[in-house]
């Protein structure tokens, strides 16, 4: 699986946008990127996936450039309850069941 | 909403002792997961889990290691001879299919080994 790049930290202003780079430049054409959160060593939770196309959920929106190397997450209006861990993982889908592969992630704070 | 179960929560024992975590994923759910987190590290994958056979184990999940799902609701993990650095959070995991995007997570067992 590729491996990606994060910032190690952000902070973010409670009701702004949370703009949360990736870098994933090794990325190949069957590997989707997915982001997870992780609130306080509570167990990770799904927010959003892709492939090629940019996408959207009730919890973030997902860019990801024309070339795939690199993915945006956006929340649209972060509050004190998106403090967390944003991890970008990138992986094939596999029809033995899904390794997820976890780098350091981007700890996001979000403040009044 | 449907959620994965861990028990017990925190789990406290003695180097050399056996230790089984137990979860319940959610109930339709066909693929199963488990996870670990040293404390200050990142989330590690151990096994995955279909149809009564590991899928993919991690180099982490040794001959110490074993799964099994032995009713139609449960999954456990055991640890045979627990070791000071088992010490960790313990994460199951469940997904519909082994293509859905998805997997649910429990919330943890914090196993401690003193």
């Known amino acids: 699986d590729a491996k990606t790049t994060q910032p190690t930290s952000m902070d973010c202003a409670e009701g702004r946008a949370a703009n949360l780079p990736c870098n994933h430049s090794?990325?190949?054409?069957?590997?989707?990127v997915y982001w997870y959160r992780q609130i306080h060593s509570q167990g990770p939770q799904y927010i959003i996936h892709?492939?090629?196309n940019n996408e959207t959920n009730e919890m973030a929106s997902l860019i990801i450039t024309e070339d795939r190397k690199s993915s945006t997450l956006i929340l649209p209006h972060a509050t004190l309850r998106d403090t967390a861990v944003y991890y970008c993982?990138?992986?094939?889908?596999?029809?033995?069941?899904?390794?997820?592969?976890f780098g350091g992630g981007t700890r996001v704070l979000v403040k009044p | 909403e449907p959620e994965v179960t861990q028990t017990p929560s925190h789990q406290v024992t003695q180097m050399g002792q056996e230790v089984i975590l137990r979860c319940v994923p959610i109930?339709?759910?066909?693929?199963f997961y488990w996870y670990r987190q040293i404390l200050g590290q990142k989330v590690e994958f151990l096994v995955s889990?279909?149809?009564?056979?590991?899928?993919?184990k991690s180099e982490i999940f040794d001959d110490q290691f074993s799964v099994e799902r032995p009713d139609g609701s449960n999954f456990t993990l055991k640890i045979r001879s627990t070791k000071l650095e088992d010490s960790a959070m313990y994460f199951c995991?469940?997904?519909?299919?082994?293509?859905?995007?998805?997997?649910?997570f429990g919330p943890g067992t914090r196993l401690t080994v003193t």
């Open positions: 993982i990138v992986s094939r889908i596999k029809a033995a069941g899904n390794k997820l592969t």
């Open positions: 109930s339709n759910h066909l693929y």
């Open positions: 995991a469940s997904s519909l299919t082994g293509l859905a995007y998805e997997q649910y």
């Open positions: 090794t990325i190949s054409g069957n590997e989707y």
């Open positions: 889990f279909y149809n009564n056979e590991i899928s993919e």
């Open positions: 892709g492939l090629k």
